[in-house]
């Protein structure tokens, strides 16, 4: 889910189709001819530039390139595993920036994946995609399988609760290689209850913690996108602050220390206690 604002602009084209969760719509972008906009029940999923794999309209998505970026060496192949499809926007990045990577694309709707497959198609057989629950498909991956982990998946406007629970955070850091990165898209805005519990929770199980967002949420002005970022390695926070300072839409990192701050006196959640992420406030035109 993403904060992005609907655009005003009239769109190229439209093309809409039933799948298996909702009303699919893929919306040309009016600045890009190969650009769209992919729509699930009208909540912004995805946006993608078949010419440009490079250029991502997103902002939270942005920060997650940056992870890519700084995760190894440039151009560096890694073993990667996406829990949530869309439209595979920062599969097709890693393809690009990291030829001959690895990856497997995890998406609940078997519909909207051959939705994408035929008219976003994406011309790199190191991309597997996969229909699936996200949770049971990731206990099926062997130990150290990957080195990118990144959990972006939302029912509706909302990460459906089993995927927030500190035994979900232990089957992710069992997937992942040593020194493997976890990077997880957090919607929450005001009080931040709900992001504060997932960085307790990541904080149970990794040693190492960072978190990007835009200053208007972390102040709680506004509702959005937090990127957390953990791994059992020193992240490379002074970069990571460095690209966000420097991106078009800038945003505050926080290193190990002050993401532990932030999570203040929350508590882990549990597959007992786990809740879903908070709805978005009315008119919010979610990721």
């Given at each position: 889910?993403?904060?992005?604002?609907?655009?005003?602009?009239?769109?190229?084209?439209?093309?809409?189709?039933?799948?298996?969760?909702?009303?699919a719509e893929l919306v040309g972008d009016p600045d890009r001819s190969q650009a769209w906009t992919?729509?699930?029940?009208?909540?912004?999923?995805?946006?993608?530039?078949?010419?440009?794999?490079?250029?991502?309209?997103?902002?939270?998505?942005?920060?997650?390139?940056?992870?890519?970026?700084?995760?190894?060496?440039?151009?560096?192949?890694?073993?990667?595993?996406?829990?949530?499809?869309?439209?595979?926007?920062?599969?097709?990045?890693?393809?690009?920036?990291?030829?001959?990577?690895?990856?497997?694309?995890?998406?609940?709707?078997?519909?909207?994946?051959?939705?994408?497959?035929?008219?976003?198609?994406?011309?790199?057989?190191?991309?597997?995609?996969?229909?699936?629950?996200?949770?049971?498909?990731?206990?099926?991956?062997?130990?150290?399988?990957?080195?990118?982990?990144?959990?972006?998946?939302?029912?509706?406007?909302?990460?459906?609760?089993?995927?927030?629970?500190?035994?979900?955070?232990?089957?992710?850091?069992?997937?992942?290689?040593?020194?493997?990165?976890?990077?997880?898209?957090?919607?929450?805005?005001?009080?931040?209850?709900?992001?504060?519990?997932?960085?307790?929770?990541?904080?149970?199980?990794?040693?190492?913690?960072?978190?990007?967002?835009?200053?208007?949420?972390?102040?709680?002005?506004?509702?959005?996108?937090?990127?957390?970022?953990?791994?059992?390695?020193?992240?490379?926070?002074?970069?990571?602050?460095?690209?966000?300072?420097?991106?078009?839409?800038?945003?505050?990192?926080?290193?190990?220390?002050?993401?532990?701050?932030?999570?203040?006196?929350?508590?882990?959640?549990?597959?007992?206690?786990?809740?879903?992420?908070?709805?978005?406030?009315?008119?919010?035109?979610?990721?």
């Amino acid at each position: 889910m993403s904060s992005s604002s609907r655009p005003e602009r009239t769109a190229s084209a439209v093309i809409r189709a039933e799948v298996d969760h909702g009303l699919a719509e893929l919306v040309g972008d009016p600045d890009r001819s190969q650009a769209w906009t992919l729509l699930l029940d009208g909540t912004a999923q995805s946006h993608v530039d078949l010419d440009d794999p490079l250029h991502l309209e997103f902002e939270y998505v942005r920060r997650m390139a940056h992870v890519v970026d700084t995760m190894a060496d440039p151009y560096l192949p890694v073993s990667a595993v996406h829990l949530g499809g869309g439209a595979w926007t920062l599969p097709r990045y890693v393809a690009a920036t990291r030829p001959g990577s690895t990856q497997r694309v995890v998406d609940l709707d078997r519909a909207l994946i051959e939705l994408v497959r035929t008219r976003l198609p994406v011309d790199d057989p190191g991309i597997e995609v996969h229909s699936g629950d996200a949770r049971a498909r990731l206990t099926g991956i062997g130990a150290g399988q990957a080195d990118l982990l990144v959990l972006d998946v939302f029912a509706g406007a909302r990460t459906p609760a089993h995927l927030t629970s500190i035994e979900f955070v232990r089957d992710v850091h069992r997937v992942l290689a040593p020194g493997g990165t976890y990077v997880a898209n957090v919607a929450d805005g005001g009080g931040l209850d709900f992001a504060r519990s997932q960085v307790a929770t990541a904080a149970a199980v990794f040693a190492e913690l960072a978190l990007m967002a835009v200053p208007d949420l972390f102040t709680g002005r506004r509702f959005g996108n937090l990127v957390l970022v953990a791994s059992d390695q020193p992240l490379p926070v002074a970069e990571l602050t460095r690209r966000a300072a420097g991106d078009p839409f800038r945003a505050t990192v926080l290193g190990d220390a002050g993401t532990r701050r932030f999570a203040g006196r929350a508590a882990p959640r549990t597959d007992r206690t786990a809740t879903p992420s908070p709805d978005p406030p009315a008119g919010f035109f979610g990721r």
